[in-house]
């Protein structure tokens, strides 16, 4: 069976690579002043939002992605009680984030309102934790926030942005990350989302690079599965000020009081290994 | 871009999801009798071994699935000498055994000779070893091979096979896991390709409930990215003959005398690690 006309794609044209799903139909299209952002029904892996032609998530898989955005930083943190999220806009990390009881705020900066309406319409499930006390969400420019927020004032920031491309593009970059690195207060992390390593290897690096620059002590990348991006694994790169990145909050990681699907305490310690190929990458930095 | 004539695509038509490589010519093609095999040059991966139009390997990545199907369980048998390969055509996985000093015999035994002789064409290097006084290559059904082998006369069996469809179909059956066990001596390792968890936990529930049915006292899988697979990840699991899985040898698994890209011992050990979903599904067998 070929990839025809009911088939949506994404292309990675650097590697000569696509990714397709079989799709019943288009559920919504929209121009934003930031980005194209279409949703499909597919059919085998429930709501799939595209933006750019960038597969962002699917209702079937996006627990993987959540989960890892948010927890592995949460319980390394010995006691996060503020946090702020940069893009995230489908709010399925800010709902994985407010699992945990003793934070206390969060604040989601989504430079693209639209993001979040497509997501309350097509994934609600995302939405759920939406009018939760501690959460507040902004559709603001997540740079200038940043820019603008005073120093030390929060414990964990999450970078759930898209691809280095468009609007997703500041945030990879060595001010932004510098300005997170001031914004956060000590034994502070910052964690996002930092492409695949088998497409985008100078993407990684870099943006180690941007984080050794900007005096973080500890860095890691968690290597994990994802489906329906082409490629199939993503990573999250954390890095802190002043905590170590190698020890985390094992036991209440292995009690924690909510379910997920992918993350659990073995887990979390099975993704900070680091496979050759990216310890050879990295170790030349 | 599209998905167009110039790019050779796998479906998986029950997922509705395809994974597509750019290519610039074919390399190689012929009918066997017992599949069609063709060899591709890519834009970006080398080159592309498909069988029955499902995608084997390319030169980029196959290091990842090699790896995985022989050093986790080399590394966990206290002292593998006899191994045997069913399927594992293309002889990366051989490679791979052979690297273990230890290691007095390998038998090798593909259906197919067609894999290797193409494997010998246009992935030279996987062969590198098959001259190795210590290697057997035979061409034959593995199946039968099997259940006329020995009892206790193996330490390690690797099923290095396709998919469940076809001529792999056999070795995933409860019959042949049986044979396995008989086959193996005490403390001995069946290893198998066992499909993505995200595309076929059937097929991975039904593996572990021959492998119980067989006698096997431990099981694991193991799950690593397959970035040329649809769905990007890819299992292997080992059962065991009275030996605990969760241990390996570590500190021989950080010393090893050769090298890997993917495989190391903090991976092993992180591997071991399941993820919720998968532990859920395996927790109703």
Known sequence: MGVDASWISETVTSMGAAFSLKVRRKLHSVQSPYQKLDVYETEHWGNLMVLDDAFMLTSL?????????????????????????IGGGDCGTLREVLRHPGVESVVQIDIDEEVTRAAERFFPELCESNGDARATLAFDDGIRWMREAPDGSVDIIIVDSTDPVGPGEGLFGPAFIADCHRVLAPQGILVGQSESPFYHMETLKNYHRAM?????????????????????????????????????????????????????????RGALAMPEFIKDALSVL
């Open 212 to 268: 050794v620059a900007a005096g973080f002590t500890d860095r890691r990348s968690l290597l994990f599965p994802q489906p329906v991006y082409p490629g199939g694994s993503i990573t999250c790169t954390l890095a802190s000020k002043g905590l170590p990145l190698d020890v985390f909050r094992e036991d209440d990681a292995g009690r924690k009081p909510f379910p997920t699907r992918y993350y659990n305490a073995e887990v979390h």
């Open 61 to 85: 898989e996006n627990f993987l992605y959540h989960e890892m955005m948010a927890h592995p930083a949460l319980f390394t943190h010995p006691a996060p009680k503020r946090v702020v999220i």
